[in-house]
């Protein structure tokens, strides 16, 4: 092929290299994490993001490094984290109380709804001071689920002018109505931030200490400055990561860990009983006091986040300068996509790597907070999920609260063999069918 050909082929496409070792992974995140901190623009991601001015999406660069110090600083700062304590244990006393009726009634129950709504009420009152189970919300728990999985997909989804340079992209977007899709989204969307904005702006609207509310005072603190400013587009944005982001992510975490856990009785049997052993068999509640006492708990998040990456794929980087990578040379303006689902199952790493083991982690220091190459859920390094603490809370004590209260069977005289495991989703990767289980009184 002669060489100017070449050249005019490869400046069609974009650039892609795909990570699939821990090895690898650890030489982009922690050795080159500077040089590949930067991230892709696609159409999806700029509207939905407001041209950038969120945490997850925006580039490196000044900008990016001031939101990301208010985000964890002052968002999702442990001591912030821990203010929002009693939202997650309310909403999760009335998933058990909701469970409870259930087991009354031995009827089954979509456990994929239940976790999704669990995580929309706690995201709901924390960023956005909102009650989904109050008749006067603007909007239904199954609209919400609509959006967000609408919203996720289209974040998710590359358009033919993100891969294809030139006219050719953009006018196969056009025909496929592409952009059309992601700008309907983003319109029902900035209506709904908008209005959750109006609310907060009324006289009596920053009663509670929720995410909205403070980003409006540090708008207001901001309003002066020489230098960085915020506005209303700022605030969209940080909604945008949390709403789409904090909702999706743990709901799927959950799910997988209990069809998981029913999948494989002996690790729920062990559960169970570590969990009320300590705890003792007469709780009338569980709180996140008793998170850190539980630690066969621990290892069974750990091996779901192994065997199910809610983000198999995390957010991709694009290199900004050249660099070297297991001896291949990497262009800048490159994107460097991870595949922390193959990572997390490699047999030159992992003992039975398709088998759910929890006892796997036992004395191991391998751990899913961004220090160890094989177990990255959250990223690593500066481009790392600054909300992990408040996911992973919500996680541990929903999960700890239906092991403890409940047993779990399957409807209908299913057998465990025809629990279906198929997966489905781009962004994110969600259970395609519902877990529907039946909550029994505790032996």
Not at 275 to 289: F, M, P, S, V, Y
Not at 294 to 303: A, G, R, S, T, W
Request: glycine share 6%.
């Amino acid at each position: 092929m002669p060489r100017s050909r070449r050249l005019v082929s490869t400046a069609l496409f974009v650039p892609v290299v795909v990570i699939s070792s821990s090895e690898a992974a650890e030489a982009v995140l922690r050795t080159h994490d500077l040089e590949c901190c930067s991230r892709p623009k696609t159409f999806g991601t700029r509207k939905l993001s407001y041209g950038f001015k969120d945490i997850s999406f925006s580039p490196y660069g000044a900008y990016w490094r001031e939101m990301r110090k208010i985000a964890v600083i002052e968002l999702f700062s442990l001591k912030k984290v821990q203010s929002f304590r009693y939202i997650r244990e309310e909403e999760v006393d009335f998933v058990v109380k909701n469970l409870t009726e259930s087991c009354l009634k031995q009827s089954s129950v979509d456990l994929s709804k239940t976790f999704f709504s669990l995580t929309a009420s706690i995201i709901g009152r924390v960023a956005l001071g909102q009650n989904f189970h109050e008749s006067g919300f603007i909007i239904d728990q199954e609209r919400i689920k609509t959006l967000v999985t609408d919203a996720v997909e289209a974040l998710g989804t590359f358009t033919f002018s993100d891969i294809f340079q030139g006219g050719v992209g953009r006018f196969v977007d056009l025909m496929f109505q592409r952009h059309k899709k992601i700008n309907k989204i983003f319109k029902e969307l900035d209506a709904f931030y908008q209005h959750v904005i109006d609310d907060h702006l009324k006289p009596e609207g920053r009663k509670n200490p929720d995410i909205v509310s403070l980003m409006l005072d540090m708008i207001d603190k901001h309003e002066n400055a020489d230098s960085f400013k915020l506005n209303m587009d700022n605030l969209k944005a940080i909604l945008m990561n949390m709403f789409l982001g904090g909702i999706d992510t743990s709901s799927i975490i959950m799910i997988w860990a209990m069809t998981e856990l029913v999948r494989n009785p002996r690790v729920m049997k062990k559960a169970q009983e570590n969990i009320r052993t300590i705890l003792g068999a007469k709780r009338e509640r569980i709180t996140e006091d008793d998170l850190n006492k539980v630690d066969y708990l621990k290892l069974i998040i750990k091996e779901t986040f192994r065997l199910h990456p809610p983000v198999p794929f995390i957010v991709p980087r694009e290199t900004m300068s050249h660099i070297k990578i297991k001896g291949y040379d990497i262009p800048p303006r490159t994107q460097i996509q991870i595949n922390v689902w193959t990572i997390g199952r490699d047999p030159k790493r992992w003992t039975d790597p398709e088998d759910f083991i929890p006892e796997r982690f036992t004395n191991s220091s391998v751990d899913f907070r961004g220090q160890h190459f094989d177990l990255l859920p959250f990223g690593s390094g500066r481009r790392m999920c600054p909300a992990m603490s408040m996911a992973v809370a919500t996680v541990e004590l929903g999960l700890m609260n239906l092991l403890y209260f409940f047993d779990w069977g399957l409807p209908n005289g299913m057998e465990i063999g025809e629990i279906d495991m198929e997966e489905f989703g781009n962004l994110t990767i969600v259970k395609k069918l519902p877990l529907q289980l039946v909550p029994l009184r505790r032996c």
